[in-house]
């Protein structure tokens, strides 16, 4: 079946510009994760969102970054005024669940974002 | 806070080599413990995982690893390693009161030699 979908595979932007990134979970899966990959930073938790729950925000490292899920699918992640410390790639990952259980995260290709 | 150690950052080996790839994590409860790989121009994806039961778990391509609770180690290992392993391994932990967010490790580069 479909993996994760990420979108767009690459974003170049200008520093103070805002982006979006968007994922398209695998159908099904109530879990909903955001990481980055930088390489002075390695793998970095952003958000998560759990069915209706609220999402738990703790990775998000500045109130420039803000995510969303819309009907318990699709998610987008926005950047406002973004810096050159935000170039990285973004990843997405969904689980058919979340917690004790664990479930395993299925990764999609991510977005690689420049900013210039 | 919760941190995950990977000891070795570029590990080169030769086909038919044994691996052993260390990682260590700090958090005192309940834990799963995943290792993902990366191959190159490829996802992350699932090798192997634990929650319960066996401390030793096997996963794809012949990896396996040990969860040792007492040293909060999770390390993977392959008896006799391919060219086709050359890759990025990735440990991480989820602390399974916290909800299902990951806390990876630095990564591991992999690169074996044909």
């Known amino acids: 079946g479909a993996g994760v979908s990420?979108?767009?595979?690459?974003?170049?932007?200008?520093?103070?510009?805002?982006?979006?990134?968007?994922?398209?979970?695998?159908?099904?899966?109530?879990?909903?994760y955001w990481y980055?990959?930088?390489?002075?930073?390695?793998?970095?938790?952003?958000?998560?969102?759990?069915?209706?729950?609220?999402?738990?925000?703790?990775?998000?490292?500045?109130?420039?970054?803000?995510?969303?899920?819309?009907?318990g699918s699709v998610s987008t992640l926005?950047?406002?005024?973004?810096?050159?410390?935000?170039?990285?790639?973004?990843?997405?990952?969904?689980?058919?669940?979340?917690?004790?259980?664990?479930?395993?995260?299925?990764?999609?290709?991510?977005?690689?974002l420049t900013v210039t | 806070a919760q941190s995950v150690s990977q000891h070795n950052h570029h590990v080169i080996l030769s086909e038919a080599a044994s691996l052993e790839l260390g990682c260590n994590y700090s958090y005192g409860g309940t834990v799963n413990l995943f290792w993902?790989?990366?191959?190159?121009?490829?996802?992350?994806?699932?090798?192997?995982k634990y929650f319960s039961g066996d401390p030793l778990?096997?996963?794809?391509?012949?990896?396996?690893?040990?969860?040792i609770k007492s040293k909060f180690s999770f390390n993977l290992r392959k008896p006799s390693v391919q060219w086709s392993d050359t890759a990025e391994y990735f440990?991480?932990?989820?602390?399974?009161?916290?909800?299902?967010k990951l806390i990876f490790g630095q990564g591991t580069e992999l690169s074996v030699k044909p």
């Open chain 1, 6 to 32: 990420q979108s767009p595979s690459n974003k170049v932007t200008e520093k103070g510009k805002d982006v979006e990134l968007r994922c398209d979970p695998i159908s099904g899966h109530t879990a909903l």
């Open chain 1, 36 to 71: 980055r990959q930088s390489l002075g930073q390695g793998l970095e938790f952003l958000i998560y969102f759990q069915g209706n729950s609220a999402p738990d925000k703790s990775g998000l490292p500045s109130d420039r970054f803000s995510a969303e899920r819309t009907g």
């Open chain 1, 78 to 112: 926005t950047i406002q005024r973004t810096q050159q410390e935000d170039s990285a790639v973004y990843l997405c990952a969904s689980s058919r669940g979340s917690g004790g259980a664990g479930y395993e995260q299925y990764f999609g290709p991510g977005t690689r």
């Open chain 2, 36 to 48: 993902y790989v990366q191959y190159p121009g490829q996802h992350l994806q699932l090798l192997l």
């Open chain 2, 57 to 67: 778990v096997k996963g794809i391509k012949g990896f396996e690893a040990e969860f």
């Open chain 2, 91 to 100: 440990c991480a932990v989820n602390a399974a009161q916290q909800g299902g």
